[in-house]
């Protein structure tokens, strides 16, 4: 016998009226048209869904940007298909674009830094304050850990905990100033966005790469839209790199880290 499919709810968040309208076919729409705090992007209508509305357990949720679609090349009908697909062997899916962006660095807090000096050493106090410690610049992700934009779905066990380390960032963030909170809210060169914006965005990835208990299943990445850098033009190289790091999470043999860093410096010469 089968067992019953679990129901699958995708979101795509509407800021304006020009989202609304350009909502896509098969997403329900998450209402953030008054965008009360647009300095926490898409943290602040996920926050509020999750802290306000009930929640089924065997069910997935996912919330988009109105970028998803042109990020990705994937219909909410997809979506849902690969959803379905993996919903037995997982608790997470992703669908991270900019492959190139995951595959190249050790992990997304690295991928940060290198346009954000500073980053991780924020990054790192936030989680030392929230009682979390992580060695950021030691942490290897590969394809399954990615996630950027919050492109991902999951269940809601995996939303409760992803909320509840957010939280931690957003009560810094909202507290009183401190030298902390400075460099969490530090404005960046996109489109003047704090710090805190690119933090946020990579919690999921954090949890995936330290609780392993989480099962997550990634979309081959590789067919998604690529970054705008010239990453772009060794896609060879960046298959290489995330089998290597991918090989090392399940067998820890230290050549395959020595193999990454012999084709980054070898990208890195070119």
Same mark, same amino acid.
């Given at each position: 016998?089968? /067992?019953?499919?679990?129901?699958?709810?995708? =979101?795509?968040? %509407?800021?304006?009226?020009?989202?609304?309208?350009?909502?896509?076919?098969?997403?329900?729409?998450?209402? *953030?048209?008054? *965008?009360?705090?647009?300095?926490?992007?898409?943290?602040?209508?996920?926050?509020? &869904?999750?802290?306000?509305?009930?929640?089924?357990?065997?069910?997935?949720?996912? &919330?988009?940007?109105?970028? =998803?679609?042109?990020?990705?090349?994937? @219909?909410?009908?997809?979506?849902?298909?690969?959803?379905?697909?993996? /919903?037995?062997?997982?608790?997470?899916?992703? &669908?991270?674009?900019?492959?190139? +962006?995951?595959? =190249?660095?050790? *992990?997304?807090?690295?991928?940060?830094?290198?346009?954000?000096?500073? &980053?991780?050493? %924020?990054?790192?106090?936030?989680?030392?304050?929230?009682?979390?410690?992580?060695?950021?610049?030691?942490?290897? +992700? #590969?394809?399954?850990?990615?996630?950027? @934009?919050?492109?991902?779905?999951?269940?809601? /066990? $995996?939303?409760?905990?992803?909320?509840? !380390? *957010?939280?931690?960032?957003?009560?810094?963030?909202?507290?009183?100033?401190?030298?902390?909170?400075?460099? !969490?809210?530090?404005?960046? @060169?996109?489109?003047?966005?704090?710090?805190?914006? $690119?933090?946020?965005?990579?919690?999921?990835?954090?949890? !995936?790469?330290?609780?392993?208990?989480?099962?997550?299943?990634?979309?081959?990445?590789?067919?998604?839209?690529?970054? +705008?850098?010239? +990453?772009?033009?060794?896609?060879?190289?960046?298959?290489? @790199? #995330?089998?290597?790091?991918?090989?090392?999470?399940?067998?820890?043999?230290?050549?395959?880290?020595?193999? $990454?860093?012999?084709?980054?410096?070898?990208? %890195?010469?070119?």
């Amino acid at each position: 016998m089968n /067992a019953v499919q679990p129901d699958i709810h995708l =979101f795509q968040i %509407a800021y304006s009226e020009a989202t609304l309208a350009a909502v896509e076919p098969g997403y329900a729409v998450l209402d *953030n048209l008054a *965008n009360p705090r647009p300095d926490w992007f898409e943290y602040w209508p996920i926050r509020r &869904f999750l802290l306000e509305q009930p929640l089924d357990e065997r069910a997935f949720y996912g &919330f988009f940007s109105p970028k =998803f679609g042109r990020k990705t090349s994937l @219909s909410a009908a997809q979506v849902r298909a690969f959803v379905a697909e993996a /919903a037995p062997r997982a608790d997470v899916v992703l &669908f991270s674009p900019q492959p190139d +962006m995951g595959a =190249f660095f050790l *992990n997304v807090f690295e991928q940060n830094e290198t346009f954000d000096p500073g &980053f991780i050493d %924020a990054c790192t106090q936030w989680l030392e304050a929230a009682g979390r410690p992580v060695p950021l610049r030691q942490l290897v +992700m #590969d394809s399954r850990q990615v996630v950027f @934009s919050n492109y991902f779905v999951a269940r809601p /066990a $995996f939303w409760r905990e992803w909320l509840a !380390l *957010n939280e931690t960032l957003f009560a810094l963030c909202e507290g009183p100033d401190s030298p902390l909170r400075g460099a !969490l809210c530090q404005p960046t @060169s996109y489109l003047g966005a704090h710090r805190k914006v $690119f933090i946020q965005e990579r919690s999921a990835s954090l949890l !995936l790469a330290i609780q392993p208990h989480w099962r997550s299943v990634a979309h081959d990445p590789f067919g998604f839209g690529w970054s +705008m850098t010239r +990453m772009r033009e060794h896609p060879v190289d960046a298959f290489i @790199s #995330d089998a290597l790091k991918l090989a090392w999470r399940e067998q820890r043999f230290p050549e395959y880290l020595s193999a $990454f860093a012999e084709v980054r410096q070898r990208f %890195a010469g070119g």
